[in-house]
């Protein structure tokens, strides 16, 4: 079983809808946890970055956490053609020797059509 | 532009060679991050330095070693390469520990 479960989609919605993006763990040692949205051929560029649990809202977009269900949201509200991207999810978790590292989740393809 | 700066963009090498992929953190960034990103594994972690020191230690295979400079930049070298090690390779940079990593272009590298 994967650190962090991801649906691949792909997911299409037509323009204005609301895009809900999930991802569960089983590593209750994740303490961070981010979005982060990578356009065809680029690096993924962090949107949404968290700790606790509930809500965090950021324009068009809300994160949720839920640690107790080891599950987290993206919503995108009033979704716009320059939301088709993937979407990946991550987690961060703290090593011994004071280094960490993020696990990604696999990503979730979205277009946005017109 | 994340200010990370990755060199080079593309490279075709064959099975056996081995090749460097260097990367410029952002300006005042300790930490550089390198993963490796394929169709069917997604974003995996390598390594992570920190000032110069190795903090941390991923799926980074035997074959590949990475080091950071004194300057901060870091270069991650791959060696025998097998046709597997094809797929983008990012390095990331952060501030702290805090797990916000700002991801440069990536190095798509092609092992024929």
């Known amino acids: 079983q994967k650190e962090v479960e991801q649906d691949p989609g792909p997911l299409s919605v037509p323009e204005g809808a609301i895009v809900s993006l999930n991802c569960t763990y089983s590593?209750?040692?994740?303490?961070?946890f981010m979005w982060y949205r990578q356009y065809s051929r680029k690096g993924p560029e962090l949107l949404m970055y968290t700790y606790s649990s509930g809500n965090k809202e950021d324009g068009r977009f809300t994160a949720q956490v839920d640690k107790s269900s080891k599950y987290i949201s993206l919503f995108i509200r009033d979704s716009q053609p320059s939301d088709s991207a993937t979407y990946l999810c991550a987690m961060k978790v703290a090593l011994t020797g004071g280094g960490n590292k993020l696990t990604f989740g696999t990503g979730t393809q979205l277009k946005v059509e017109l | 532009d994340s200010g990370v700066t990755q060199t080079p963009k593309h490279l075709i090498t064959a099975t056996g060679q081995r090749v460097t992929l260097r990367c410029s953190p952002r300006s005042g960034d300790l930490s550089v991050y390198w993963y490796q990103q394929s169709l069917d594994q997604g974003l995996q972690f390598l390594i992570q330095y920190y000032n110069g020191e190795e903090r941390a230690k991923g799926n980074i295979l035997e074959r590949f070693s990475a080091q950071q400079f004194p300057d901060l930049h870091s270069e991650l070298n791959l060696s025998s390469l097998e046709l597997g090690d094809s797929a983008l390779y990012f390095c990331?940079?952060?501030?702290?520990?805090?797990?916000?990593?700002?991801f440069g272009e990536g190095s798509r590298l092609t092992v024929l």
């Open positions: 590593n209750s040692a994740f303490q961070y």
């Open positions: 990331a940079s952060s501030r702290s520990g805090s797990g916000e990593l700002f």
